[in-house]
């Protein structure tokens, strides 16, 4: 893309004690078919026990920059970046994620079609460590994780591992809810549907992501999910009783058997065999569960995990 013409982009990754995978990211970035002279790159890091090493790898391109933002959630972080940030346009990844060499030239293209265009959700695809082995984690998320079109569609917002936006929208939607330590992403895509800003899907628009492979990791990501979710209901709820409300449905959404889920799973041909179908359905039970304590944990004082 022609660098004198194009939009000058500002790249904002947040990363927390994720430095080898935020080696990949930057590297990627740095292979960007977008002029190079034409985007900056603003790593926050968000309290990762090796700050050095952030450092260290920052150091390496001359169109990066390091940030520190000492209040936990990587929306808090996103905002330190969109305060230092220089651009016309804001493009959102994750150091965990590996964009496309034609990221930001398909996003930029795709911003710019409509001119009341006010974000642009790409695509995220997932990939295996070890893709003739996966475990029943990595397929549950292959099947789960990151359904980009289906969120837009659905709850007008995307995740910000792979969202471009123009620094004016962000201007008017404001930015992210910093108290937010998940779905702060959706809750900030409805403000921008709200404003009246078109929303487009674009699934030449993609970056790479890896899928998590342990009970472990997904344990972690299904309680920060069900927090996010949780603290974002009670934020829209007007009321007492709406706040009940929303806890009861959390709950009772959870502790609900998820019938269509595995009946979808037994039939879905990205599964090799019955033994794939079987772990992924006993995956989906687990995550409902873990999700309805959770749920139970923060209705009685406790607070929602970042992690």
Known sequence: MSGSKSPFVSVIIPVFNDGDRLRLCLTALAQQTYARSRFEIIVVDNGSDDLNLVKDLVAVYDNATLAVEPLPGSYAARNRGLGLAKGEAI????????????????????????????????????????????????????????PQERLLREQHGGATANVLTWRRVIDRAGCFDPRLKSNGDLEWGRRVFEAGFQQVYADDVQVGHPARRSLGELHRRTVRLAGGYYDVQLKQAKSLGQRQWVFVQALLQNLVPPVFFVVNAFGDKRLNNLAQKLKVSSVMVMVRYISAWETLRLKFGGASSRN
């Open 91 to 146: 493009a959102f990844t994750d150091a965990d994620c590996i964009p496309a060499t034609d990221w930001l030239e398909r996003g930029v293209a795709r911003l710019r079609q409509d001119p009341n265009c006010g974000q642009v959700v790409g695509r995220i695809n997932l990939f295996f460590a070890d893709p003739q082995r996966p475990t029943a984690v990595e397929l549950y998320e292959s099947l789960t994780a990151f």
